[in-house]
């Protein structure tokens, strides 16, 4: 994201899937919590300006402000009016050599899937399906299975 004044820069600059089906503001407000978890943004860190996203990425600036509104709605920002928007809240993150490690298996599966010909959607699926069945399991406090059990 490119702003007027180099001083402004952001950490984040905002993207669009306009074939998603999921409404802007929410990718919007997606991509603050991802980096967030990814540890690209930390408390203190300013979004964007509104006009600068408007005008980037051709949205309206309402829907700008919506996505803002939800953030300070679920206490992650806060606007400071005539300065910008900024994260007063972040989550406890990985580290980076955790982040990176994880990153690089992540990586080396979807190569893997790839090359068993699965698709983007099949890949889509497969994760989604693997996640629900580690939250049904109890999530990060459940016993991981061992080779052989069916979960």
């Given at each position: 994201?490119?702003?007027?004044?180099?001083?402004?820069a952001s950490?984040?600059a905002?993207?669009l899937?306009r074939?998603?089906?999921?409404?802007?503001?929410?990718?919007?407000?997606?991509?603050?919590?991802?980096?967030?978890?990814?540890g690209y943004?930390?408390?203190?860190?300013?979004?964007?300006?509104i006009?600068?996203v408007?005008?980037t990425?051709?949205?309206n600036?309402?829907?700008?402000?919506?996505a803002?509104?939800?953030?300070?709605v679920?206490?992650i920002a806060?606007g400071?009016?005539g300065?910008?928007t900024?994260?007063?809240?972040?989550p406890?993150?990985?580290?980076?050599?955790?982040?990176?490690?994880?990153?690089r298996?992540?990586a080396?599966?979807?190569?893997?899937?790839?090359?068993?010909?699965i698709?983007?959607?099949g890949?889509?699926?497969l994760?989604?399906?693997?996640?629900?069945?580690?939250?049904n399991?109890?999530?990060?406090?459940?016993e991981?299975?061992r080779t052989?059990?069916?979960?």
């Amino acid at each position: 994201m490119t702003t007027d004044k180099p001083d402004d820069a952001s950490p984040i600059a905002f993207y669009l899937d306009r074939g998603s089906g999921v409404p802007t503001y929410l990718q919007f407000v997606h991509q603050v919590d991802y980096a967030l978890r990814l540890g690209y943004l930390r408390a203190g860190d300013q979004l964007p300006r509104i006009k600068d996203v408007a005008r980037t990425l051709a949205v309206n600036p309402d829907t700008v402000m919506k996505a803002y509104r939800e953030l300070e709605v679920r206490g992650i920002a806060a606007g400071r009016p005539g300065v910008g928007t900024f994260i007063t809240a972040a989550p406890e993150v990985a580290g980076l050599r955790e982040i990176t490690g994880l990153q690089r298996k992540l990586a080396g599966w979807l190569a893997e899937a790839a090359a068993a010909g699965i698709d983007e959607l099949g890949l889509r699926a497969l994760f989604n399906a693997a996640l629900q069945n580690f939250h049904n399991a109890g999530g990060a406090s459940a016993e991981p299975a061992r080779t052989g059990e069916v979960a």
